[in-house]
C-alpha cells in the first residue's frame, strides 16, 4: 500500500500536471475572469518550474553538502534506480539519474573506495527486474571484477536499500567505512536511512554549479526541468513521509 501511494502522490506532485489542470480551466471555466485568471497562473507556473537557475538554487538548499572526512573508503554503497524497467543485461537503458553511476566508477577507478555494493530490485509493482543483477553485468564490462562487487537485490525503496545494506555488511569489519553513492537530490534520505542502521556512513554526491552564469540557461524555458522538479518534489514528500513512519 505504501509503495502504490507513493506513485500516486508521485504523479500528484508533477508541476506538468497542475500546468495542465490550470490551463484545462482556463478553457472550460464558465466566469470569464477566472478563465484570465487560471491562463496568467499556467503561464507563470510555465515560466517558474522551466527556469534551470530557479531549480538549482532550490535543489542545491535541498541537498546534503559532502563530508570529506576520510580519502579512502572500504565499500562505496550504490543506490539504484538509474535504469528503464524495460532494461536486459543485454540492452541496458539508463535513467537521468545515471550520475551516481558514473561517480561510483570514478571513485573505484581512482581507487577512493576498494568494493561496490549495488542495492536496490525493480522500483515497480508490476517488474521482476533485477535491477542489481544488470548493473553487475555493467560494471564487469567495464573493468570492475567480480570479486570487488557485492549485490542486495531485495530492496524496493530507499528504506529497504539501508536494511538489506546493513544485514550483507554486518558480515565486514565493524570499524569498517562506506560511501553513500546516489543523486544529489535524493541524498538526504538515503543518508537519514543509513543514519538509522549502526553502519559507519559518510555521503558522496556531485552538485550542479549554481554559480554557472549563460543569459540563454537563464532566461529561455528548459522543458527537461519540469521533470526535475517532480523528482525533487517526490523526493522532499518521501522525506516527510518517512519522518512520519519513522523510517528516518
Known sequence: MFFFLSRVLSFLVDPFFWIIVMFFISIFHYKKYLRRSFLILGISMILFFSNSLIFNYVNDLWSVKNVNEKEHYQIGILLG?????????????????????????????????????????????SSDLKESQILKKYLNK????????????????????AIYCEKILNNFPINNSYLVITSDYHMRRSLACFKKTHLNVYPFVKKSDINHFDLEWILIPQSNI???????FHEMIGYITYKIIGYI
Open 226 to 232: 519540469l521533470f526535475e522538479w517532480k523528482v525533487l
Open 142 to 161: 567495464v573493468g570492475v571484477p567480480d570479486s570487488c562487487i557485492l549485490i542486495e537485490d531485495k530492496s524496493k525503496n530507499t528504506y529497504e536499500n
Open 81 to 125: 534506480g538509474m535504469i528503464s524497467l524495460t532494461s536486459s543485461e543485454e540492452n541496458i537503458q539508463f535513467s537521468n539519474h545515471n550520475d551516481r553511476l558514473l561517480n561510483t566508477l570514478d571513485l573505484f577507478h581512482s581507487k577512493k573506495i576498494d568494493k561496490i555494493l549495488i542495492t536496490g530490485a525493480a522500483g515497480s509493482l
